[in-house]
């Protein structure tokens, strides 16, 4: 079982950036591939970015490719986004995921750990 934990979301201008952490308990955090989704009210989660458990490959939503960057360091049990050039619709509460399941990465039902979620604001 794993347990993760989100931190580093805020507001910020549009244009600025924010770097945002999850952080894993437990001793199996590098057999799980971790994907990043966002959702705001009214709509269904939506995938942003994931990575695999040995960080050798990442895939990303086409609307963050180019501003955000996933990244995991397996010897400190977390898992981080950098987003850099952000919009207003950008705005959303962030949440990292933990898989062993390796299709279908973009879909959030294949996906068996959470977070609590972190907000993310970008400002106009």
């Known amino acids: 079982q794993v347990q993760l934990v989100e931190s580093g979301g805020g507001l910020v201008q549009a244009g600025g950036s924010l770097r945002l952490s999850c952080a894993a308990s437990?001793?199996?955090?590098?057999?799980?591939?971790m994907g990043w989704f966002r959702q705001v009210p009214g709509k269904e989660r939506q995938f942003v970015a994931r990575?695999?458990?040995?960080?050798?490959?990442?895939y990303y939503a086409d609307s963050v490719k180019g501003r955000f960057t996933i990244s995991r360091d397996n010897a400190k049990n977390t898992v981080s986004l950098q987003m850099n050039s952000l919009k207003p619709e950008d705005t959303a509460v962030y949440y990292c995921a933990a898989t062993m399941r390796g299709y279908n990465y973009y879909r959030p039902d294949t996906y068996d750990y959470w977070g609590q979620g972190t907000q993310v604001t970008v400002s106009s």
């Open positions: 437990g001793r199996t955090f590098s057999r799980y591939d």
């Open positions: 990575i695999s458990l040995s960080g050798s490959v990442t």
